[in-house]
């Protein structure tokens, strides 16, 4: 019985965390190096800046585009006047928009989407990673859950063609935030 309350209590640490993060907005950075980062997504998206691990304890931590409506009401079009790139996405209920991140650091990010039915069988996407933007550079992010989760970065570049980019899976800052 008291294994049972202790796995009780620590669990709803976590959850709390978890909550956090789908019921707050990122914060852009107010100074310092930045760079532009366009989220395409028919899921939620959630950045964590200055980490290479996810902790929704950072500051300004939070969702940055969601396809639904209720979560930190991130799901608007706003742009920052980045260029266009050459993908097309073709996808229904796409949130799509522009933010400023912190450049030469790293930034965490977690990307999930509500689990889907097809042909009886059920799948949802769930991805943690990570990159570290350039400074000044501007960079487009396609998460997308369509039975197969795609991850895609690419830094965009006005005069040239657009250059794909790596990301690196990321884990949990705090073993117990996975409660």
């Known amino acids: 019985m008291l ?9 709803g640490c976590g959850n709390i965390s978890n909550i956090r993060a789908y019921s707050t907005a990122y914060v852009e950075p107010a100074s310092g190096n930045t760079a ?13 800046p200055g980490r290479d691990c996810i902790d929704w304890r950072v500051p300004g931590a939070g969702v940055m585009a969601v396809s639904e409506s209720g979560f930190a009401d991130q799901n608007n079009c706003r742009s920052l006047g980045m260029p266009e790139s050459n993908r097309r996405v073709q996808a229904q209920e796409l ?3 522009e ?7 790293p930034f965490a990010m977690n990307f999930q989407s509500e689990g889907h039915v097809s042909a009886g069988y059920s799948y949802s996407c769930q991805q943690t ?28 570049n006005p005069t ?8 690196e899976k990321a884990g949990l800052c705090r073993a117990l935030d996975v409660f």
């Open 95 to 97: 949130a799509r928009t």
């Open 160 to 167: 040239g063609k657009p250059e794909n980019e790596p990301v």
């Open 99 to 105: 933010l400023k991140v912190p450049a030469g650091k």
């Open 36 to 48: 532009r980062l366009r989220v395409i997504t028919n899921g939620m998206a959630c950045g964590v």
């Open 3 to 11: 294994i049972a309350g202790l796995a009780f209590a620590v669990s």
């Open 129 to 156: 990673f990570r990159f570290t933007p350039k400074v000044g550079q501007d960079y487009e992010l396609i998460l997308l859950d369509g039975g197969q989760c795609l991850v895609a970065l690419q830094r965009l």
